[in-house]
């Protein structure tokens, strides 16, 4: 079973899936801190992810999810939507955008707070 590492400023884990696992759902499985505004239906951009490894073997990009990702902010040509990006047979390196984790806070008010409270957040540029 491939393994999803995602890294973000205020966490890295790894998580194991089955093929065919789109990576919001392994995000929410391991604890992954990936915002889902819409709650995972591809009708926002929040869930906006970085692939630095294991793009390859990832589940091809439909229209839909290009024209959500036109919303998003600071898109790359390795950009996907972790609600619409299902899992290979390969291990996959994904960095949690800026706007994910915004939107994870601001999903998660007392998480959000607490970390505040600690210093870490906003995160210092």
Request: net charge negative; aromatic share 4%.
């Amino acid at each position: 079973m491939p393994k999803i590492h995602f890294k973000s400023p205020l966490q890295e884990l790894t998580v194991e899936v089955r093929p065919g696992t789109t990576l919001l759902d392994a995000a929410e499985q391991g604890g992954a801190q990936v915002g889902h505004s819409c709650g995972g239906v591809c009708g926002c951009s929040t869930c906006h992810v970085w692939i630095r490894k294991g793009l390859e073997s990832l589940s091809e990009q439909e229209d839909a999810e290009m024209d959500r990702l036109d919303m998003g902010f600071d898109v790359r040509p390795y950009s996907r939507l972790s609600c619409q990006t299902a899992v290979g047979v390969e291990d996959v390196l994904v960095e949690i955008t800026e706007e994910s984790l915004t939107a994870f806070m601001d999903e998660n008010p007392a998480l959000r707070h607490q970390l505040e409270a600690e210093g870490k957040w906003p995160l210092k540029k």
